[in-house]
């Protein structure tokens, strides 16, 4: 028999995007640097920067979907010591 062959090929399963976050840290007045290396130890952390003003830190944090950002700031940066308080803005 004659084999047949197509020019196209299987059509790409889409990936889900990932969701992103930046979240906006208050730390205790000593505890900025060791806060900032904290959060470098977070695999979903991608970047960390410290601020001056209203917040110590600001973190973009990446993630499946928005309910495990939403796991990732309540468990891991929110229970991290030296922080008083987070507020996260979604990326959508």
Same mark, same amino acid.
């Given at each position: 028999?004659?084999?047949?062959?197509?020019?196209? /090929?299987?059509?790409?399963?889409?990936?889900?995007?990932?969701?992103?976050?930046?979240?906006?840290?208050?730390?205790?007045?000593?505890?900025?640097?060791?806060? &900032?290396? *904290?959060?470098?130890?977070? *695999?979903?952390?991608?970047?960390?920067? &410290?601020?001056?003003?209203?917040? *110590?830190?600001?973190?973009?944090?990446?993630?499946?979907?928005? *309910?495990?950002?939403?796991?990732?700031?309540?468990?891991?940066?929110?229970?991290? /010591?030296?922080?008083? /308080?987070? &507020?996260?803005?979604?990326?959508?």
């Amino acid at each position: 028999g004659t084999e047949i062959s197509s020019k196209f /090929s299987k059509a790409k399963t889409l990936e889900k995007p990932k969701r992103s976050a930046f979240v906006f840290i208050t730390t205790e007045a000593d505890g900025t640097h060791l806060t &900032l290396e *904290d959060l470098r130890k977070i *695999d979903e952390v991608k970047e960390v920067y &410290l601020a001056h003003g209203a917040y *110590d830190l600001v973190a973009k944090v990446s993630g499946e979907s928005f *309910d495990q950002l939403r796991e990732i700031v309540y468990t891991r940066i929110r229970n991290l /010591s030296n922080i008083k /308080s987070t &507020l996260t803005l979604t990326m959508i």
